[in-house]
């Protein structure tokens, strides 16, 4: 019976695992996915991983093929989840796919695994001039020039010979209303930091922080490495300013270490920006009636000791959908989620047979 | 058949969820402990919860009744496991009880969950006089006394009028050989912080840190609320030196966002001590021939999406012994781990049905 199935919502890395965690545990999972691509952010954004650097397509190829090739997996693409009615053990949801038609599904449980989507620096930070200066790009475009295997100043295609990294851009900001960390920019900007200098080895390489939160093993796998294999410069201290001079951009601001202000030129300035919860996210909020918690992201009950249990009953949350996560958060979340559902799933039809 | 049957080793939150979430799957679990108790580190020597400042006891209370009531989980305290033969879907694990009993058990799948320990900072760190002072203690030793509700100064039971954390002690430290970060002690420093000033309000708190790592909603829930509801005293810099002057302690260092050297005299030093491998992790990874990792914690298949997969086939890990994980890294780890053991032993016992 349809009422037995578990819907999945978003195919990145904590959906993937939901989706594929649940099959293997007996379960038919309908995956949701907005895109016509499995792998969500990682794999449509980033060109390699934190930490280990390798290439994201190869490292993911494994979770995608075993989520495409499970016969208890029925993945929509291009297909947003826009109502639902009635409960647990019983929703019926009503899927758009993207050319405009819809048809509506019965299940039992759900899990959110919608995401993230990355702040928007143009919004309020007019400051950093990502709208107004070519060379002033944010971590993710950066990316979708490493996936072509190449970085440079988008102004006039030349590789840059001295390049910043400003973090916390839309992050532990409050004027700009995002009070979180979003936990992975320092990791995502050390691992950028890298393979600038593999791919440009006499650039100056320096990324601007507050502070470094480089987590667990990142330390040495990413920090040190940046620092003492590639001689990538850490600099503690704050940017107030990106002036246009001539075809560089003068950055301004102070060196809190040191004490002293600073004022260097650059031929590339990245933004580290944030986490942010995704369009689809909000909308499942609302489709799903699911609480918000005090950052705007997705509520569980019962945290630290359960990450997964939305206050919805049947109803469970994985990957950044419930605030800023890596990429092994997602995935722990997902296996996490999973169970919960499986077993929720379990417990509802045996009562009820 | 008892290779049916799931070993999970360590009742912290990790090996809980682990042993709750694969009983709940329908797996009878067999729960081994060394102790003589449920929850783990945080259960034995944590007052109260980061982020959220609830009694442990308490927000536990249902993730133990959960488990103890559970008909499916065979609890053994007091009991290590001291041996193992055989493979997936035929463990046969020696167990020993602390009065010398030995009974072998057979099991299909293994989930490793024995955590960490923290830094001993007499071991290298002499330097901080951990043993030679009264005054100066450990988190750990701090949050006993805040189980009975009190902070005082271990020499003469006074309050202690100015207060200070060390950050960093048995972390970031390639000359004590531990070269990661623990990832917890900064929330847990700035917790105790918060806690000894609602104790003690006229107390001077300071938190002498290299990187404040409050990721995600820690900066706000814990490290904006310090400081601003808390007045507590955040000083980027390095601690040098402890000197006993009269029957103070003289703290000499560095703050290296002023750029001037400190002395202060303190009433009362705390070490944020990091995390190792507990010994009860290093005799796992002996008994079941468990490959570690470049820290010296369980080797895990498959990073950063794979969190729980060891090499070793049927074996997975969950929580801190895979490195340093907060709570919700442990309970996450241990759902995942408990959704691929539970599916793990159904495939294995279908295909040689």
Redesign the interface.
């Known amino acids: 019976m349809a009422g037995h199935r578990l819907l999945v919502i978003g195919a990145g890395?904590a959906g993937l695992?939901a989706a594929r965690?649940a099959a293997?545990?007996?379960r038919e999972v309908l995956l949701v996915e907005a895109t016509g691509e499995l792998g969500g952010t990682p794999y449509a954004h980033y060109a390699t991983?934190?930490?280990?650097l390798k290439g994201t397509q190869d490292?993911?190829q494994?979770?995608l093929d075993g989520v495409k090739s499970h016969p208890a997996v029925d993945i929509r693409y291009n297909t947003r989840v826009v109502a639902s009615e009635g409960e647990a053990g019983n929703f019926r949801v009503t899927l758009e796919s993207s050319d405009g038609g819809r048809c509506v599904e019965t299940v039992g449980a759900v899990v959110v695994a919608t995401g993230f989507q990355h702040f928007d620096p143009g919004r309020e930070t007019q400051l950093y001039g990502y709208y107004e200066f070519d060379d002033v790009i944010t971590l993710v475009d950066a990316e979708h020039m490493m996936k072509e295997g190449k970085i440079v100043r988008p102004s006039n295609g030349e590789p840059p010979k001295q390049v910043a990294f400003i973090q916390c851009v839309g992050s532990?900001d409050r004027q700009i209303g995002n009070?979180?960390?979003s936990?992975v920019c320092c990791g995502i900007a050390s691992k950028q930091s890298i393979e600038i200098k593999r791919m440009l080895p006499d650039a100056k390489v320096f990324i601007f922080y507050i502070?470094?939160?480089?987590?667990?093993?990142?330390?040495?796998q990413l920090y040190?490495k940046a620092q003492e294999e590639h001689k990538v410069n850490y600099v503690?201290g704050i940017v107030t300013e990106i002036l246009k001079k001539g075809d560089k951009l003068l950055m301004k601001g102070e060196d809190?270490?040191?004490?002293r202000p600073v004022e260097v030129l650059m031929d590339l300035i990245i933004l580290s920006v944030g986490m942010e919860p995704s369009k689809g996210t909000l909308e499942m909020a609302q489709v799903f009636n699911l609480p918000r918690?005090?950052?705007g992201f997705l509520a569980t009950v019962?945290?630290?000791?359960?990450?997964?249990t939305t206050p919805v009953p049947g109803i469970f949350v994985a990957g950044a959908a419930a605030?800023?996560?890596?990429?092994?958060?997602s995935?722990?979340?997902?296996?996490?989620?999973?169970?919960?559902a499986?077993?929720f799933l379990?417990?509802l039809w045996k009562s009820s047979a």
């Open positions: 890395p695992e965690g293997d545990l007996g991983l934190t930490p280990h490292a993911m494994n979770m532990r009070r979180w960390c936990k502070d470094m939160r480089m987590y667990g093993f990142w330390e040495d040190w503690r809190t270490t040191m004490g918690e005090d950052h019962g945290e630290p000791l359960d990450t997964v605030g800023p996560k890596d990429i092994e958060d995935v722990s979340m997902g296996g996490a989620a999973a169970a919960k499986v077993s379990n417990r």
